[in-house]
Each structure stands twice: as C-alpha cells, then as structure tokens.
C-alpha cells in the first residue's frame, strides 16, 4: 500500500466520509545523482546562512515572507496549518458538473481516497454510486501545502479519485500563439481526417505506448556496467523541406499508418469523402478556446 500523503475527511453537505489520500501514479524514470566526474563521490547540496557564512541544521531553517530588501516576516508551519479554513483538514464539495464541462487544462495529478475506517465505508460507497449513477464529477475546495486548491472527484473502478486542479487565473491566454489566418480545401481536412481514422486507437495498451526513452536509458546503464559499447543511435531521418503538397503529404501518411498497421497501404485514397466540383476553398477562423467555468 502506498504511504498516506494527507488525511482528513471528504465534507458532502451534512454527510462526512473519513479518508486518507494515496498517490494514483508511479513514476518509473531513471533518476542520477550528482557526482564528482574526477573520483565519482556523491556531491552534495549544503545549506549555508548567506550572513554568517556556515552550514546551519535544519531545525535552524523555516519560512519567510520578503516584503522589502531588509524586512522578511517569519511564518511557522504551525501559522499554516491553523489558518482559520473549512478546507484545512476536510476536502469540501462545493458542486457537481458533467464531466464534459472541465476543460482538460486545468486537471493535474490524481490521487486514490482510501476509506478511513469500517465507519467511512457506507458514506464512502454512497458518494461513489452518487457519482456513477448520475455520471457528474464533484467540484470541491482543499488546503494542502500551505495553499488552498480546487479539485476534481471522479470514480474510476471502486475507488474515488482526486484531480488537483488549477484555478481559472491559472490557465495562459493563447491567443498570442495562434498563428495567422490561412485557407483550407475541403479536401485537405477530409484527408486529415481520413489520416485520423487509420491512427484510432480503442486503448492506450498498444506496443507503441511505452517508454522507449527510459528503457533506452537503461540499456545504456547496463551496457556501461558490463564495459561494452551500447546501441547505435539510429541514423537520423532527412530533413523534410518545405512543405509543397499538403494532399501529397497526407496521402503518404495514410499508406504509411495502414503499412505499420498490417493492412494494405499501397494505395491510399484520402479522398473518402465526396468531392466538391470545383473545389471550394474554405477559410478556417482560429479562435482562442476560453477555459470553461466550473462552480
């Protein structure tokens, strides 16, 4: 079982369900330490009094606010901690909404909220088939880490997840990145959407949804232990140059997508949609999706 990050209680109007949270993911990258190149010793971060000049404990160090150059305001995690909030030591539902409603930006990691007790598993499952039968999410408010969060409860199998979510302040305008108006045929959207339909996928459970790099990393460290050569690095592709033909290029990336799908990708027709006589050329408007409100 994973190590409890934080417990507390799920508050859902008058009904309180008692949980511990438990990381959902695992990270599986290859990590490195710093080392001197010269002897391979471990090198090692020191924390040192910038005034004094040496190395102090970390019962020596706590948190300051800077309001000037030559004023910083000590706070204590016990401050923190007693700050006067209904979400300090409860996760607070505040509404529910379709799942369709949450723009996709805002969510962040997931966490599993284990029932605290025999006396949280009635409240828990009832929060959990509320969920499921009326197929919304719960929006709700929490404090962790000396910031108060919003978040996402969703049900995935028999357990209840928690999404932090970013705020509505959080999220960038893109607008500026959107790039200048162009033109599109019909036929150069019905070829990129017959490019889509040779690379749908049902699940992410294929071969090719795995982690080459890490796995490459790892190669390599081994390689490195037993003193031989690791793999060559595959020879680059050509530089592609400037994009002439779009329909060309679409036309080639179906045939390749159905070649490395098994099926027969020597002749591929993008054009699966009726053709307009003559073509009409269709101006596409790129307009800045706004993150959605949620409650």
Same mark, same amino acid.
């Given at each position: 079982?994973?190590?409890? @990050?934080?417990?507390?209680?799920?508050?859902?109007?008058?009904?309180?369900?008692?949980?511990?949270?438990?990381?959902?993911?695992?990270?599986?990258? &290859?990590?490195?330490?710093?080392?001197?190149?010269?002897?391979?010793?471990?090198?090692?971060?020191?924390?040192?009094?910038?005034?004094?000049?040496?190395?102090?404990?970390?019962?020596? @160090?706590?948190?300051?606010?800077?309001?000037?150059?030559?004023?910083?305001?000590?706070?204590?995690?016990?401050?923190?901690?007693?700050?006067?909030?209904?979400?300090?030591?409860?996760?607070? &539902?505040? =509404?529910?909404?379709?799942?369709?409603?949450?723009?996709?930006?805002?969510?962040?990691?997931?966490?599993?909220? =284990?029932?605290?007790?025999?006396?949280?598993?009635?409240?828990?499952?009832?929060?959990?088939?509320?969920?499921?039968?009326?197929? $919304?999410?719960?929006?709700?408010?929490?404090?962790?880490?000396?910031?108060?969060?919003?978040?996402?409860?969703?049900?995935?199998?028999? =357990?209840?997840?928690?999404? =932090?979510?970013?705020?509505?302040?959080? &999220?960038?305008?893109?607008?500026?990145?959107?790039?200048?108006?162009?033109?599109?045929?019909?036929?150069? &959207?019905?070829?990129?959407?017959?490019?889509?339909?040779?690379?749908?996928?049902?699940?992410?459970?294929?071969?090719?949804?795995?982690?080459?790099?890490? +796995?490459?990393?790892?190669?390599? @460290?081994?390689?490195?232990?037993?003193? $031989?050569?690791?793999?060559?690095?595959?020879?680059?592709?050509?530089?592609?140059?400037?994009?002439?033909?779009?329909?060309?290029?679409?036309? +080639?990336?179906?045939?390749?997508?159905?070649?490395?799908?098994?099926?027969?990708?020597?002749?591929?027709?993008?054009? +699966?949609?009726?053709?307009?006589?003559?073509?009409?050329?269709?101006?596409?408007?790129?307009?800045?999706?706004?993150?959605?409100?949620?409650?």
């Amino acid at each position: 079982m994973p190590r409890t @990050i934080w417990s507390g209680a799920i508050s859902f109007g008058l009904v309180t369900v008692p949980i511990h949270v438990v990381s959902a993911t695992e990270d599986h990258s &290859i990590h490195f330490h710093r080392v001197h190149l010269e002897d391979m010793a471990r090198v090692r971060t020191r924390k040192v009094c910038e005034l004094e000049d040496r190395e102090v404990a970390t019962s020596e @160090i706590g948190k300051g606010y800077e309001i000037a150059r030559d004023q910083v305001v000590p706070i204590s995690d016990e401050e923190l901690r007693d700050l006067p909030l209904p979400t300090a030591k409860a996760i607070e &539902i505040v =509404a529910f909404m379709p799942w369709e409603a949450i723009d996709p930006i805002r969510i962040g990691d997931g966490y599993y909220l =284990a029932p605290d007790g025999q006396v949280a598993a009635k409240p828990y499952k009832l929060l959990r088939q509320a969920l499921e039968r009326s197929s $919304r999410v719960a929006v709700a408010r929490y404090a962790w880490s000396g910031r108060e969060r919003l978040g996402l409860l969703r049900v995935r199998g028999e =357990a209840i997840v928690l999404h =932090a979510m970013r705020w509505p302040d959080e &999220i960038r305008d893109p607008s500026s990145l959107l790039p200048p108006p162009v033109e599109l045929t019909d036929e150069e &959207i019905d070829g990129a959407l017959a490019l889509m339909d040779t690379m749908t996928r049902d699940d992410l459970d294929a071969p090719e949804f795995r982690d080459t790099y890490t +796995e490459a990393v790892a190669e390599l @460290i081994e390689a490195k232990r037993e003193h $031989r050569q690791p793999p060559a690095a595959p020879e680059p592709a050509a530089e592609a140059g400037q994009l002439v033909d779009l329909m060309a290029a679409l036309t +080639e990336s179906v045939s390749k997508a159905k070649q490395s799908r098994g099926e027969d990708g020597g002749h591929a027709d993008v054009h +699966e949609m009726p053709k307009k006589q003559p073509a009409k050329k269709t101006a596409v408007k790129k307009t800045a999706r706004k993150p959605r409100k949620s409650a």
